[in-house]
């Protein structure tokens, strides 16, 4: 298992576009981190787009993308939700949603061809954002007293975690964030002043 994932760029919407016998597909990509940042953007999208047929979408959270749903919304099943989620899938791209606008142009286009023509909005819209490489870290609690503070900063400068919270006092606290694949290594080396 891997502690690096690909996720899309925070506060940029990727944008695509496809059509198809006068059917008009348009796909708008978003980082997401959580189900319910997902149903918000899809309910806003429903709320400006309230003149088109379809409002159809897929997302992925977690390092992993373990955690996924897709709908068709009234389109026939398996013909929407699914080639956007797998574009996500063969993108390796998680921790995003992607959200199809579907205005109907009076031509059925047939299940291969919506399956087609989510596929390809979804691949345009991806190919117009862009991603980053992020970490799964770990948090890492320690405490220690005020004559170890020079051990432990030196720890910290050497490994480089994020420092998320700090007191010092007669007893010092920090908190640090690392990446997952570190977090033993900084664990055992925070352990060992407390021994030495």
Request: charged share 30%.
């Given at each position: ?157 050497d490994m480089n975690p994020r420092i998320i919270d700090q007191k010092f006092d007669n007893t010092c606290e920090i908190t640090l964030s690392i990446r997952q694949s570190q977090a ?13």
């Amino acid at each position: 298992m891997t502690d690096k994932y690909k996720t899309v760029k925070k506060n940029i919407i990727g944008e695509g576009f496809y059509s198809e016998k006068r059917s008009k597909f348009l796909a708008f990509v978003h980082h997401i981190e959580t189900a319910d940042e997902a149903q918000e953007i899809v309910k806003g999208y429903k709320k400006k787009y309230y003149d088109a047929r379809h409002c159809c979408y897929a997302y992925r959270l977690g390092a992993q993308g373990e955690d996924f749903r897709m709908n068709d919304d009234g389109e026939p099943s398996s013909t929407a939700g699914r080639p956007i989620l797998g574009q996500l899938v063969s993108a390796e791209l998680t921790d995003v949603l992607v959200c199809v606008i579907r205005y109907y142009g009076g031509v059925n286009l047939g299940t291969g061809g919506l399956i087609v023509a989510y596929r390809s909005a979804t691949e345009d819209a991806l190919e117009h954002t862009e991603t980053e490489e992020k970490f799964v870290e770990e948090r890492i609690h320690y405490s220690f007293t005020y004559p170890m503070m020079n051990d432990v900063m030196k720890i910290v400068k050497d490994m480089n975690p994020r420092i998320i919270d700090q007191k010092f006092d007669n007893t010092c606290e920090i908190t640090l964030s690392i990446r997952q694949s570190q977090a033993e290594e900084l664990r055992t080396r925070l352990k060992k002043l407390s021994f030495e």
